[in-house]
Every structure is written in structure tokens, then in C-alpha cells.
């Protein structure tokens, strides 16, 4: 009896293992044909991340785009997964299920263009560069071609509490046009008047040194890739206005995003210096409306500083492999050249583009309630077009994690001559 | 004094319940809060909990990227075993000149991180692509192939072997069976605990994978569930009480699975080790 049992347990067990591979196979089979996108001018692909922000931008293009024989599947992917897979399948050699439109962060394009440089294909020629804010585009294009279309503006701003900074005796003129030491000293004077902290930072995370360092058109490298952390004035200059901030007690630390969104939503901060994208995030917490401003980025205390940055922000490129030319086209159409797009897009998205002619459309003069009725966007698209112009290099992320531990090492007492010659020596040793 | 002792023991052991049980207690309250209230570390239940699930259900395809997780895991576990512990018990009761040397190579690749090799495997299922579609990029034969076969569960079922009795082998040969046969009837049947135990680590390895899954399903409906949380996560501004369901819902299984093997996995564990 037993026997006959276990027979027919395992009769069963084959039967559904063999059910589920033949379901796992004809899976694969309908999509068979899709993948091998050689030759296949209708099944384009693009990959970009954030649901509501960018595949939303996509999708809203391809209501823009007019002709009806494009067909485009947009697919979501988070952004260190699209990192994941471009490098598996680039370093591969296998273009075999690589999308024909992905989305790169524009700090990050250049490691990818200068490793791949034959996996992209350039679109200069589908659109006009010069409808585009000048900053974007030295990290969209390598070896005098264009390969990226410009999308999302990191613009900065220096969003702020009114209600804080009213108590700390400072109106809105006091904070336009400000420089970091400025923006320190009033940092110790809400701390001591209202006993909030200023700003939240996350230690690991040193993008607010390179805002700052935008500031004045330097980088952690030079156009020619040189490191250059050695004598590099302006972000001597941030560095210690960075170690003046975390000295005096008025940032609040956080070790996640979610740490960091909380921060301001539950009113533990009075600013939030960060790019423009940072806005809904404010927003999110409707019990806070009316009490939030936004000032123009702070500068560093130099000749030739303005007080405009950027912070994150991505482009559109085109992969080297079939349908390139109807994605480009796509692209060129639509977020190269549709000024009624770009009003959509901010309207409804809520997404600042670098497009130029767009700013002055309806959709940027709209007054914001939750910012006390500022043109926040219009506000935004005048100081993206001041941002000085970076070449981003190949290894900014890299430097970074060299100088995050450095810096810990600063702030405990090590001098910043010694602080930043070290960590020159060693990204000269890893990034040579 | 007796008592001092054991107040302390019960003091100790509630600590250490509670943190490892806290991240799970905070995984469910979240999941019925709003996002904002999820970020300020809110500890009490809410009242979101449709609206999440509602938000999860509209935004992403959750049923597809279960039922993907559960065609593999289940392949994969199946297939993990039947293979390991064949191979397991090959090595264990036959014998062969070479076959500790062998034994021992296979053991030595499991030092080999999986990082290392992803990129010549990816070619290999690039170049496969054109000729069997069936295998090649973006199915899920791709997604379990290359994890079917692991030197770690060939060691776990040969380490377990070592307690079977070779006499029933023996006995087994007298009365007639053939090996197959004293392979499926008796050594599987003896060695229950043994599976059970490498059914739950199989399944959980394969319900949690990440890397392979992630480069080599690349279409929407291929997705499985740690690739659906990591979609979720990768917002400008991430709806937390949305991730939170995805993950409650992404962790009942390998729980159902655990707790519906408990008994047998703590058995065949304690067996491996006195082997």
C-alpha cells in the first residue's frame, strides 16, 4: 500500500514539474521573436526607472508622437538595474535583449560612452543642441558627437521652512543670492532661535559637495580626466564649509532616504538644499503647505561662483542596434523639439526638461500654493540655464568612496591639505 | 539563586526575541500605513492597508511576478534536488579510484563567487539565443538552468549519506532491485529529513536570487518578485507602505514553506552536522 503511494507521489510530481517547464517554455516562446531585435523595426524597447516620473515622461511623449506605425514598450527598471544589465550585456558583446531608448543619469553617461563607445549610436543630427541648457550637454555626448538626448533638470534650490526662518529673523531677500558661509552662519542662528536643524545629510552620500563645487564649473576631475582633488580651491572651500556645518551641530544625520525624506516631513529640518526633484517629496506632507519657499541655490565664496547648481538629472541614449533611427526620431520629435510636450510634462509630471524654448510656455508660469504661490518652475528654468557647464568624467562615483572616507578622517582632526592629498594618491592609483 | 539565574535566562532570550522578531512586527504595521508614516517610523496599525494593496495591485503585475518566482523556485527546487542528491549518493556509495579528487575540485568551485562567472554565462546564453529560443535570453529556463546544479547541495546530500546504512543498499541488490530502484525506493524514502531540509534552503535561494534573474529576464512579464521590490524601491519618492505589502507578500511563502517543514529541516540539519 505504502509503496503504491510513494509510485503515485512521484508520478504527480513529474506531472506537474513537466506541466511547469512546458508553462516556462512557451513563455519564453511567445516572446522569442521579440528579443532577437535585429530586424525588427516595430518592437522597440526603451528602459528607464521611477514609475511616476520618467517612465510617466515616456509614455506621455508617446501620446505626443505623432505617427501611428511607431509601437514602443517602455519598461521599468530601476536604475542600478539598468546599470546591472547595460554592463552584462555591453561587456558581454551580446546586444541580444538590449533596449533600443535607455535612460542614463547624467553623472554616470560617461563611464558608459567611453567603455562602449561603438554600442551608442549619435543623435546629434535628430535635434537642435543649442535649444538645450549649455551644462548638459558635455556629459551627453564624447568624442565631439552627441549621444544624448538632454532630459530631466537636477537643478538646485534651496528649499526653506518660512515659518523657521521668520522666527530666526530672516525674510526671503535675506536668503536669495546667498554663499555657503552665509548660509552657515544662518544655519547657527536657527539652531540657536528655534533649535532645528538647518539641513539633513546622509555622511556617505557627498552630494552636496558637488553642488557646491558646481557652483563654480570645477570637478573632482578636469576635462582631460586629470584628478585633480589636490589644490582644487572650490572643493577646499566646500570641504570646509562642510566640516563648519557638521561641527556647529545644525545637521540633523540620516543613514537612508527614508531617514532623509522624514527629516523634513516631520518638520525636523528648516531647509532642504537639493535638486529640483526633491519638490513632490516636500509636497507629500499637505499638513506642511504654505510654510515652504525656495531660494536660489547658495555659491561658494569665489570669483566666478553663481548661485545655480545641479544635482542628479538623466538623458535619453540610443543603442547601436536596429531601430536606432526610429528611436531617434522618436526621441528628436518628441522631447527634442515639442515646447506643447514640455507644458504637459510639467502640468501633469511635473517634470522639468532642459529644453529651452519651453520655458516660456503657460505650464512654467503656474504659482504653486504649497510655496507660498512662487513660479517654482519658472523659477527653476531661469536658474537651470546659469548652471556652469562639468565634464562629469568616468569616475566620479568612484572618487567619491575614496574621498567619503577621507572626509570622515577630516572632521576628526586631520588637516585638509593632508586630507585631500591622500585621497588624490589614491584614486591616481585605482582610477589609473 | 536558582531563580535569579533564570530570570535572567527569560530576560536575555524576551531581548533577543524581540529583535529579531521587531523587523517583521514593523513590516507589517507599515504595511498598513501611509508613506509619510511609514518614514516618521509610525508603530501603530493604520488604516491604509487597502489603499496600498490597491496601489500594488494597479501599479505592478504582482500576480505574473509570483507566478514566475513560483515556476522557478519550484523547478528549481525540484530539479536541485534530484540532481544533488543523486550525485550525493553516487559519491558516497559507489567506488571509484579518482572520485575523491573529482569530490574535491567540485567542492573548491563553490569558492568561485557567482559575480565572477555571470559574464561568460551571459554570453553563453546570448550565443544559445538564436539557435534555442526556448533556453536562450529572457525565459525562465534561463532564469534556473545555471543554478540547478550546486556543488553545495552535492556536498550537503553526500555529508548525509554517510549516515545511511549501506546494509539496505545490500539487502537491496539480494532481493533483486535495480539501482534505480534501490535509489527511489529506499535511499529517497530513509532520507526525508535530509530533503526536506534541502528543499527549504533550495526554495528560499531561489525565491531570493537576484543578480542572475535580474540580467537575463528582461521583458516585464518574465519578472520575478525581488526584481518587482527593487522597481518599487527605485522612485524618486517611494510609496514605503506599498513596498512594505510587496514584501509581506513576497515573504509568505518561503515562511508557509518553513514553517510547513520546520520539523524535518532542524532533523536534517542536526543530521549534517553528525555526519
Known sequence: ?432 | MKKLKRVFTYLFLSVAAIVSIFPFLWMLVSMTNKSVDVTAGRLIPGTHFIENLKNLLDQTQIGIALWNSFVIAIITTVLTLLIGSLAGYGFEIFRSKGKDIVFNILVLSMMIPFAAIMIPLYRLFGRISADAPLIGLDTLAAAFLPTIITAFFIFFFRQNTKMFARELVEAGRIDGLSEWGIFFRIYMPTMKTTYAAAAIIAFMNSWNNYLWPLVVLQSPNKQTIPLLISNLGAGYTPDYGVIMTAIVIATLPTALVFFLMQRHFVAGMMGSVKG
Open chain 1, 1 to 432: 500500500m505504502r509503496e503504491k503511494l510513494s509510485a503515485k507521489f512521484w508520478l504527480l510530481i513529474v506531472a506537474i514539474l513537466t506541466a511547469m517547464v512546458l508553462a516556462a517554455c512557451s513563455g519564453g516562446d511567445e516572446d522569442g521573436g521579440d528579443e532577437t531585435t535585429e530586424g525588427n523595426a516595430e518592437g522597440i524597447t526603451a528602459w528607464a526607472w521611477d514609475v511616476n516620473f520618467n517612465i510617466a515622461a515616456l509614455e506621455l511623449a508617446l501620446e505626443h508622437y505623432d505617427n501611428e506605425d511607431f509601437d514602443m514598450e517602455i519598461i521599468e527598471n530601476a536604475q542600478d538595474d539598468i546599470v546591472q544589465r547595460l554592463n552584462t550585456g555591453l561587456s558581454s558583446g551580446t546586444m541580444n535583449g538590449m533596449p533600443n531608448i535607455v535612460l542614463i543619469e547624467d553623472q554616470r553617461a560617461q563611464s558608459f560612452l567611453q567603455s562602449y563607445p561603438d554600442a551608442f549610436y549619435p543623435i546629434g543630427d535628430y535635434f537642435n543642441t543649442e535649444d538645450f541648457a549649455d551644462y548638459k550637454l558635455a556629459p551627453t555626448s564624447y568624442d565631439g558627437e552627441q549621444y544624448g538626448l538632454p532630459f530631466d533638470t537636477g537643478v538646485t534650490g534651496f528649499f526653506y521652512r518660512t515659518d523657521y526662518l521668520e522666527e530666526a529673523g530672516y525674510t526671503h531677500d535675506d536668503l536669495v543670492d546667498i554663499t555657503w558661509n552665509e548660509y552657515v552662519e544662518i544655519a547657527k542662528d536657527v539652531k540657536d532661535k528655534t533649535g532645528q536643524a538647518m539641513l539633513s545629510l546622509d555622511p556617505n552620500d557627498l552630494g552636496i559637495l558637488r553642488v557646491m563645487m558646481q557652483s563654480t564649473g570645477t570637478w573632482y576631475t578636469t576635462e582631460d580626466g586629470t584628478i585633480q582633488l589636490e589644490g582644487n580651491e572650490p572643493l577646499q572651500m566646500a570641504l570646509e564649509n562642510y566640516k563648519e556645518l557638521m561641527d556647529n551641530d545644525v545637521v540633523k544625520l540620516n543613514s537612508d532616504w527614508s531617514q532623509y525624506l522624514a527629516a523634513f516631513n516631520s518638520g525636523d529640518v528648516a531647509s532642504v538644499p537639493a535638486g529640483n526633484w526633491i519638490a513632490p517629496s516636500i509636497e507629500a506632507e499637505e499638513s506642511q503647505a504654505g510654510l515652504w519657499r525656495v531660494a536660489p541655490t547658495p555659491r561658494l565664496d569665489m570669483e566666478g561662483a553663481v548661485n545655480a547648481s545641479n544635482q542628479g538629472g538623466s538623458s535619453f541614449y540610443v543603442l547601436n542596434i536596429d531601430g536606432k533611427e526610429e528611436a531617434a526620431e522618436f526621441l528628436g520629435e518628441t522631447f527634442g523639439s515639442d515646447v506643447e510636450f514640455y507644458q504637459d510634462l510639467v502640468q501633469e509630471i511635473g517634470a522639468i526638461g532642459t529644453f529651452i524654448p519651453a520655458s516660456e510656455g503657460d505650464a512654467y508660469q503656474f504659482e504653486n500654493e504649497f510655496f507660498n504661490n512662487q513660479q517654482v518652475v519658472y523659477d527653476f528654468s531661469q536658474w537651470m540655464e546659469e548652471i556652469p557647464q562639468v565634464d562629469y568624467g568616468m569616475n566620479t562615483y568612484g572618487i567619491e568612496d575614496i574621498l567619503s572616507a577621507e572626509i570622515q578622517q577630516y572632521l576628526d582632526g586631520k588637516s585638509l591639505e593632508d586630507v585631500l592629498s591622500d585621497a588624490q594618491a589614491q584614486a591616481e592609483n585605482q582610477f589609473k
